[in-house]
């Protein structure tokens, strides 16, 4: 262990404390992360030998392990899970995870004999208990999470550790440079990466990874929910208004919706009195003044209630999907639709005409454009989409996006969008295509991990 490890070592060990008190805090909203706590810690009070099935596995008899530690990466992880299992029909999968949405996420898809538990804080006790307990035949991290000693126990316990639809942005290099005593052999000691984007790769293999292959976004494999899609197109046509989405909306970018609809800086959205308003020292919104049907669907969940106090103190009537029960309330009754459910993000792009893309108005790196794209739903790009820049630009290429500079400009180009019909039918053919165009990176990654598997095999 060279002295940047032992210090990080050390570092982590003595934060466990601050940790507990930190899932004590989140469970509070979120209750899922009171859930099975002892496993952050390397602590797996059931026996799992017993679980193992009798019959023979394509993979060594041993778990396929894939960690994915939020949201996003495990729908991305479903994706490939999905090819992995037409590979290996067999395939026993241990399912990891760092945040309770993720889990609960997960969940839905796992099969008999499989497992899922949290991934473990990254102490090198932790670790090795975690490995000891699976005894994994191959790890696979999803996108960004590389842990020092995670990479480390792999080597030493002879479990190959790949990094899948990696993403790496110019931020990320930048921090790992800083203490490139430490991430230097924890990215060099993955035995494979696949790259999403030529520029990750790049990025990648400044640090020393084994980049083996770009293979693109497996968010792209990704086949919309029929019925979620269906349900949508069948309530967006009950309604008179375009219907415009704030889609996976972030910390402050509610705030700043509301201010620019305060501001006027959108003249479209507001009705004759908007003469009146503006001589009114009131920031409230007057009910049914928007010529939109909006929808706001916030990115976390434990931001439903905030999100919908925000709305109400502002003057607009609130309606939540919660509360529907045949259909959406009408422009009468609200002005914003609330998106407070989750796993539905096809039913609300199917409910949509255009979509602002959360996570870009904000400097936040923005949030998977790919799904609505799939859905047939044109996005509207803020500045800030550092964290899917190749997709974000070739998305605007391909006509399925269109970038802006603010919150102003970007809810008068999707309010024009949503309101021309010509101009909206072309937005969705070319998301469409956009979205089927680049398709292949999950059977690409699973022949992948087919071949480091194989490789492992040869050397033992």
């Given at each position: 262990?060279?002295?940047?490890?032992?210090?990080?070592?050390?570092?982590?060990?003595?934060?466990?404390?601050?940790?507990?008190?930190?899932?004590?805090?989140?469970?509070?909203?979120?209750?899922?992360?009171?859930?099975?706590?002892?496993?952050?810690?390397?602590?797996?009070?059931?026996?799992?030998?017993s679980l193992m099935p009798h019959s023979s596995m394509n993979v060594m008899g041993r778990f396929v392990w894939i960690h994915a530690?939020?949201?996003?990466?495990?729908?991305?992880?479903?994706?490939?899970?999905?090819?992995?299992?037409?590979?290996?029909?067999?395939?026993?999968?241990?399912?990891?995870?760092?945040?309770?949405?993720?889990?609960?996420?997960?969940?839905?898809?796992?099969?008999?004999?499989?497992?899922?538990?949290?991934?473990?804080?990254?102490?090198?006790?932790?670790?090795?208990?975690?490995?000891?307990?699976?005894?994994?035949?191959?790890?696979?991290?999803?996108?960004?999470?590389?842990?020092?000693?995670?990479?480390?126990?792999?080597?030493?316990?002879?479990?190959?550790?790949?990094?899948?639809?990696?993403?790496?942005?110019?931020?990320?290099?930048?921090?790992?440079?800083?203490?490139?005593?430490?991430?230097?052999?924890?990215?060099?000691?993955?035995?494979?990466?696949?790259?999403?984007?030529?520029?990750?790769?790049?990025?990648?293999?400044?640090?020393?990874?084994?980049?083996?292959?770009?293979?693109?976004?497996?968010?792209?494999?990704?086949?919309?929910?029929?019925?979620?899609?269906?349900?949508?197109?069948?309530?967006?046509?009950?309604?008179?208004?375009?219907?415009?989405?704030?889609?996976?909306?972030?910390?402050?970018?509610?705030?700043?919706?509301?201010?620019?609809?305060?501001?006027?800086?959108?003249?479209?959205?507001?009705?004759?009195?908007?003469?009146?308003?503006?001589?009114?020292?009131?920031?409230?919104?007057?009910?049914?003044?928007?010529?939109?049907?909006?929808?706001?669907?916030?990115?976390?969940?434990?931001?439903?209630?905030?999100?919908?106090?925000?709305?109400?103190?502002?003057?607009?009537?609130?309606?939540?999907?919660?509360?529907?029960?045949?259909?959406?309330?009408?422009?009468?009754?609200?002005?914003?639709?609330?998106?407070?459910?989750?796993?539905?993000?096809?039913?609300?792009?199917?409910?949509?005409?255009?979509?602002?893309?959360?996570?870009?108005?904000?400097?936040?790196?923005?949030?998977?454009?790919?799904?609505?794209?799939?859905?047939?739903?044109?996005?509207?790009?803020?500045?800030?989409?550092?964290?899917?820049?190749?997709?974000?630009?070739?998305?605007?290429?391909?006509?399925?996006?269109?970038?802006?500079?603010?919150?102003?400009?970007?809810?008068?180009?999707a309010c024009e969008w949503a309101g021309n019909p010509q101009r909206l039918a072309l937005g969705r053919a070319q998301a469409l295509?956009?979205?089927?165009?680049?398709?292949?990176?999950?059977?690409?990654?699973?022949?992948?991990?087919?071949?480091?598997?194989?490789?492992?095999?040869?050397?033992?």
């Open positions: 262990m060279n002295a940047a490890r032992a210090l990080y070592s050390l570092f982590t060990w003595c934060a466990q404390p601050l940790l507990r008190r930190k899932l004590r805090r989140r469970a509070v909203a979120e209750p899922g992360y009171a859930v099975a706590v002892g496993e952050r810690f390397g602590r797996y009070p059931q026996p799992i030998d530690v939020s949201l996003g990466e495990t729908r991305a992880a479903a994706i490939l899970v999905a090819a992995l299992r037409a590979q290996w029909p067999d395939m026993r999968l241990l399912l990891t995870h760092g945040t309770a949405t993720g889990r609960a996420e997960g969940e839905k898809w796992l099969l008999p004999g499989d497992m899922q538990v949290w991934l473990p804080w990254d102490t090198p006790g932790a670790v090795a208990r975690f490995l000891r307990k699976f005894k994994p035949a191959i790890g696979v991290l999803m996108e960004t999470e590389v842990w020092p000693n995670l990479v480390a126990g792999c080597r030493k316990q002879g479990v190959p550790l790949v990094l899948a639809n990696a993403r790496f942005n110019e931020k990320s290099l930048r921090k790992a440079q800083r203490v490139a005593a430490l991430a230097r052999p924890a990215y060099s000691g993955l035995s494979a990466a696949w790259a999403q984007t030529e520029e990750d790769a790049i990025r990648l293999r400044a640090l020393g990874t084994n980049v083996r292959g770009v293979f693109g976004n497996l968010k792209f494999d990704v086949v919309p929910d029929a019925s979620q899609l269906a349900q949508g197109r069948a309530w967006r046509a009950t309604s008179a208004r375009p219907v415009v989405l704030l889609a996976s909306s972030r910390e402050g970018e509610e705030t700043l919706w509301l201010d620019v609809l305060k501001q006027k800086q959108a003249p479209a959205l507001v009705h004759k009195a908007q003469a009146a308003i503006n001589n009114e020292a009131s920031a409230t919104i007057p009910p049914a003044s928007a010529e939109v049907q909006w929808l706001i669907v916030p990115r976390h969940p434990q931001r439903f209630d905030e999100v919908a106090e925000l709305l109400a103190r502002a003057g607009l009537r609130v309606s939540r999907r919660s509360q529907w029960h045949s259909a959406p309330a009408t422009p009468e009754d609200a002005d914003v639709w609330l998106g407070d459910s989750l796993g539905e993000m096809v039913l609300y792009y199917g409910l949509a005409d255009v979509a602002l893309l959360g996570g870009s108005f904000a400097p936040l790196g923005g949030q998977n454009l790919i799904e609505a794209a799939a859905c047939g739903c044109p996005v509207v790009l803020g500045p800030h989409t550092f964290n899917f820049a190749q997709a974000a630009d070739a998305a605007c290429s391909a006509g399925a996006a269109q970038r802006v500079a603010d919150m102003a400009q970007g809810l008068r180009v295509q956009f979205a089927q165009a680049h398709r292949g990176a999950a059977e690409r990654t699973a022949h992948a991990l087919a071949d480091v598997l194989a490789a492992t095999r040869t050397r033992e």
